[in-house]
């Protein structure tokens, strides 16, 4: 009895060894990585021995999951951000659970009110500065981020990365389209490049002087401190919890959904009620220095050194609803020309 991990580019998906039927078992398809599911997995097998099958792909899986239909063999998908999680309920793909485990452990703006989806972590979307060119608390909040003193001082990824996405949409959330397009418009006047490249390109462009402040999410900074040859550019920046004294850092999440065709659906159930407890919670979040989602999970690690964070409590749900007006915003504005 082990965990079958089978690690899949999206291209080799078609000959894994799902089963379908038989019984203590459970299969996930995954946006995860294998090395943050796999200590989770065998402890999920020695706590109850249902075996783990999981196909592992950087896309594809809501179309694989809607090709198959009700013969998907898959049981859970586990994947990251809420625009990608809403899209497996839009395509109608998943179906919601009832399980008062899930309930207490993970709080009501971090699941989808039918249980169509729960998160399992949260990352939070912070502000990276120079620590040599940008003072201390020089810089609070998102909305600052359209100040004039930061013109050319900017660098950011695309707009239309899913990541900002969903800050735009809290932003929306909180300020309204027509506040959101000027506050848009003025970070786009103030970028110091076209955007471009991940999160982690951004760290390095403040480190070579390319700009001085940056948006990205949290494990990216943490995960680069772990890497010794991404360490030093790591160092040069500081790290701003936004808006931590008003209403919160915007935050975005990994999460799991239980499939429609769920052929093995009780151990399904008990996979995810696993996954939100503290013993797993607490795994799965240092993996990546995330935040685990069950708020009685102390911090662990480098985002425990990080201090306690304030996060914005717009529930995820309704992040996802405004999506389509971020990305027409985004347009708008036309944030990457
Ligand atoms: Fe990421």
Not at 150 to 159: A, E, F, K, P, V
Not at 202 to 229: F, H, P, T
Not at 252 to 274: D, H, Q, W, Y
Request: proline fraction near 4%; aromatic fraction near 6%.
């Amino acid at each position: 009895m082990r965990t079958k991990l089978t690690a899949a580019a999206a291209i080799a998906l078609t000959a894994l060894p799902l089963s379908a039927s038989a019984d203590g078992e459970v299969n996930i398809y995954s946006y995860r990585q294998a090395y943050l599911l796999e200590p989770l997995l065998n402890a999920f097998e020695k706590e109850t021995g249902i075996e783990s099958n999981v196909v592992f792909a950087k896309k594809g899986l809501a179309e694989r999951l809607e090709r198959e239909g009700r013969n998907s063999p898959a049981d859970v998908v586990m994947t990251v951000d809420i625009s990608r999680i809403n899209e497996l309920v839009e395509r109608d793909l998943v179906q919601g659970v009832d399980s008062e485990t899930l309930e207490e452990n993970v709080p009501e703006n971090l699941r989808h009110p039918d249980g169509k989806w729960f998160a399992l972590t949260t990352r939070a979307r912070l502000i990276y500065t120079s620590k040599e060119r940008v003072d201390e608390g020089e810089i609070t909040t998102y909305e600052e981020l359209a100040d004039d003193k930061w013109n050319n001082r900017i660098c950011t990824r695309s707009g239309k990365h899913p990541y900002n996405i969903a800050l735009i949409s809290s932003m929306i959330a909180h300020h309204g389209e027509a506040e959101t397009e000027t506050w848009l418009k003025g970070l786009k006047d103030n970028l110091a490049r076209k955007p471009q490249g991940g999160d982690r390109d951004q760290i390095k462009a403040i480190a070579e002087g390319v700009c001085d402040v940056s948006i990205g999410n949290s494990y990216y900074y943490g995960n680069m401190l772990r890497d010794e040859n991404q360490r030093p550019a790591a160092e040069a920046v500081r790290l701003v919890f936004p808006n931590a004294d008003g209403r919160g850092t915007h935050i975005n999440i990994s999460g799991i959904s239980l499939t429609k065709s769920a052929p093995n659906r009780e151990n399904a159930v008990k996979l995810m009620e696993f996954l939100s407890s503290p013993e797993a919670q607490s795994i799965y979040a240092k993996a990546n220095t995330e935040y685990p989602a069950n708020p009685n999970v102390e911090l662990t690690g480098l985002v425990a050194e990080w201090g306690p964070i304030q996060p914005d409590s717009l529930s995820l749900q309704e992040i996802a609803e405004r999506r389509n007006a971020a990305v027409k915003l985004v347009d708008r504005v036309d944030y990457d020309g």
